[in-house]
């Protein structure tokens, strides 16, 4: 059994959609834990009603970083996983936390990375005006919304979208894509090679 660690900072809707996938399709594997940088995190009360460990290390409480980081480390170390998923979780991690997990810790971005990195995606597409949009699961580098791709969702952009329509439209495809790499992880299907991420049986890494 593979072992995965999930951090959200929210409701954890694609933290959810994992677990519902890990246990509906009986991966090999098992959600372990769900940790917040905020008690008052939705998704972890909806974790510890599924019976899974939850607990929440209040940002505030450390003095910096640095110290969030190794508590952050010992934390998700205390669960020895395979994979960590990172699902909604807003905290810019430290490049010594990120190279801790360096190959086994994956992201999602609301945006076609690497265009619009950061926060405001759907804004800043609506203002571009761009034609589409989606979603990217990476592998988590020290560079932020950045490092090798395993899947990407595209979706149109319609006219009268707003922030929230268009938001929306990108959820939806983040929940087929993330359960999906993160099955493939735990599955040994992925390869990074020269820092692009390869399905080994060419399945595709691309929903449209
Ligand atoms: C998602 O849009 C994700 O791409 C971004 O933050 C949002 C988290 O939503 N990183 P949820 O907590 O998974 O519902």
């Known amino acids: 059994m593979k072992r995965i ?5 929210g409701r954890g809707s694609n933290m959810q959609a994992i677990v519902s996938r890990c246990r509906g399709e009986g991966w090999a594997a098992e959600v372990v ?20 460990a939850t607990a929440a290390l209040e940002f505030k409480a450390f003095a910096n970083r640095d110290a969030f980081d190794t508590a952050l480390a010992a934390a998700i170390d205390a669960h020895a996983p395979d994979l960590v998923v990172l699902a909604g979780f ?9 190279r801790r997990y360096e190959g086994r810790m994956l992201n999602i971005h609301p945006s076609l990375l690497p265009v619009f990195p950061g926060l405001h995606t759907h804004r800043r597409a609506l203002e571009a005006g761009c034609k589409v949009a989606g979603a990217t699961v990476h592998f988590v580098t020290p560079e932020l919304d950045h490092g090798p791709i395993v899947m990407q969702s595209v979706v149109p952009v319609r006219a009268g979208d707003d922030e929230a329509a268009l938001a929306a439209r990108v959820l ?10 993160v099955r493939w992880f735990v599955e040994g299907e992925l390869q990074l090679e020269d820092g692009i991420v390869r399905h080994k049986r060419g399945a595709s890494q691309l929903l449209a």
Do not use: C, K, N
Not at 5 to 9: F, M, P, R, T, Y
Not at 90 to 98: C, K, Q, S, T, Y
Not at 172 to 181: C, D, N, R
């Open 5 to 9: 660690v999930i951090l959200v900072s």
């Open 33 to 52: 834990a769900v940790l917040a940088d905020r008690a008052a995190a939705a998704g972890l009360a909806w974790a510890a009603e599924q019976g899974i």
């Open 90 to 98: 807003m905290r810019i991690l430290g490049a010594d936390f990120v």
């Open 172 to 181: 939806a495809t983040e929940h087929v894509i993330y359960p999906l790499s």
